[in-house]
């Protein structure tokens, strides 16, 4: 009796190892399986998620270029105000209009209020060098020209940044909102689209000039 | 037509200066066993190792200042503060759109219209322009022409073909000293000792040298076609205004003469094909001109 039960033991023993060493099959393909998806999900988090923080970073950066040329043109206003005095000492208004914009713009808070001012700035500038028509004496003075080429030129590298800006918001908007990186932006709790740069109300206005 | 992102690009090129650099790697140490085995057998070892080390010290040296290399041999000089602010001004607001650091800007001195970016990623890129472009184009234009510059920067186009200007020149220099050689040691060993040596090595090494520079150029062409296009594309998306790219090709193939003294082996870096030869057709560097400005305008 012992014997048999040992030997049902043994064949017991066996049977079930036979049935372990078929379950260990099994199971390694489940377990290569489940490791795989696993491995997928996170490298699909890890992708989502460091887009996500990249574009959120890229737009602030882009912001960051606007200012740095918003910063240039309110340092050159000075210059500009210190040039053109001497030639147009009657047009008070417009150089008012000037340095008054470029206060404002320094001045203000947040973005909403600084788009604005520098709006206006940018009006304010466009008057001026469109009355310094009228001087030629100014025209031909070369810091005059100097100032405008740099006033110029910022003014095309504002618009560049601001495209460049408006690009990187939609890409963020775009990856935030759209399937599946909308779960993951929840995830990062970064939900709120960031704002266009749009054309301020003042900039739309054509250039008032009194001859 | 496929359509190509940028990121594909990019990760493209930088594959393709991995695999042009090897590419050279092997072909100038089996170029230089051939000549080993040929004119001082029992140093072939010697031989191979020093050559080897020097290959290895000029690829490092055209990664790290190929781009240097490059401005020298075009005799392009530091943009002036003052003098092109207005070109520094341009450079500087289409890395703007573009989102790329500021690259250094070089002027060329010359009468034909031209421009070429060399560097070897974005942050150490600069963009060399002729003074007949200044002088030539208005702001929209020269911003178009930029604008192209700019996109080969950003899709590491530059570093892919520095590499290869650096390399042609390189390989032009070994198989011209190496037909040179050939034909002095045929001479001088006729007399004594006629026919010693290996003549299928000698052959084979003959035709390496013929063919190489050759069959580098035309790789050259090839590739850079396609990279025209797709700058030309890039820089619209950039300046939002494939007028003023387009009126600028006009005006360069209206005026320009084609004489522009540069070296074959920068000729492909350039925004059009800086010298104009009878050899064109066969491997011209750049798309024609017309297709280009055909392709601008239907945007």
Do not use: C
């Amino acid at each position: 009796m012992r014997l048999s039960i040992s030997e049902r033991l043994i064949g017991q023993t066996t049977s079930i190892t036979i049935e372990v060493k078929q379950l260990t099959f099994v199971e390694l393909l489940f377990t290569v399986f489940v490791t795989f998806i696993a491995l997928f999900f996170v490298a699909l988090l890890l992708y989502y998620v460091n887009r996500i923080i990249v574009y959120y970073n890229t737009v602030d950066n882009a912001w960051a270029q606007i200012d740095v040329q918003l910063k240039k043109r309110a340092d050159l206003v000075p210059n500009l105000v210190e040039t053109v005095k001497g030639y147009m000492a009657h047009e008070k208004d417009a150089i008012r209009m000037v340095t008054e914009a470029r206060e404002r713009m320094l001045r203000a808070g947040d973005a909403k209020e600084r788009i604005k001012a520098e709006g206006e700035l940018t009006t304010a500038l466009k008057t001026i060098f469109a009355i310094s028509e009228n001087y030629p004496a100014l025209r031909a003075s070369e810091n005059f020209k100097l100032l405008q080429e740099q006033l110029d030129g910022i003014e095309s590298k504002i618009a560049y940044a601001r495209q460049f800006y408006n690009d990187s918001v939609l890409r963020f908007n775009n990856a935030i909102s759209t399937v599946p990186g909308r779960w993951f932006a929840r995830l990062l709790g970064k939900t709120t689209p960031k704002e266009f740069f749009g054309i301020t109300e003042e900039e739309k206005k054509p250039v008032k000039v009194e001859f | 037509m496929e359509r190509v992102s940028f990121y594909d690009q990019i990760s493209k090129n930088k594959r393709k200066s991995v695999l042009l650099v090897t590419l050279i790697f092997l072909f100038l140490v089996s170029l230089i066993y051939i000549i080993a085995v040929i004119f001082a057998p029992e140093l072939t070892l010697i031989f191979l190792l020093l050559a080897t080390t020097l290959i290895i010290v000029n690829i490092y040296f055209s990664y790290s200042y190929g781009d240097q290399i490059v401005l020298k041999a075009t005799n392009a000089r530091p943009a002036d503060e003052r003098e092109h602010i207005y070109l520094i001004n341009t450079v500087e607001g289409l890395s703007l759109a573009a989102g790329t650091p500021k690259p250094k800007v070089y002027v060329i001195d010359s009468d034909e219209m031209n421009a070429f970016a060399t560097g070897n990623s974005p942050d150490k890129a600069s963009i060399a322009v002729t003074t007949g472009l200044l002088k030539n184009l208005n702001r929209s234009e020269l911003e178009g022409v930029i604008g192209h510059e700019m996109s080969h920067i950003k899709n590491y186009d530059i570093r892919y073909m520095t590499l290869v200007a650096s390399f042609v020149g390189l390989v032009a220099i070994i198989s011209f000293l190496l037909l040179r050689s050939y034909r002095v040691t045929r001479f001088s060993k006729s007399g004594r000792e006629g026919g010693r040596g290996f003549p299928l090595l000698l052959i084979v090494g003959f035709v390496l040298a013929v063919f190489a520079p050759i069959a580098v150029r035309l790789v050259q062409a090839a590739i850079s076609r396609r990279r025209e296009f797709l700058a030309d594309a890039s820089s619209v998306e950039l300046t939002r205004y494939p007028e003023g790219l387009a009126s600028a090709l006009e005006k360069i193939k209206n005026m320009n003469k084609g004489n522009m003294g540069v070296s074959e082996a920068v000729s492909h870096l350039f925004f059009t094909d800086p010298v104009k030869s009878p050899l064109d057709e066969l491997y011209a560097t750049h798309p024609p001109i017309e297709e280009r400005i055909r392709i601008l305008r239907s945007m």
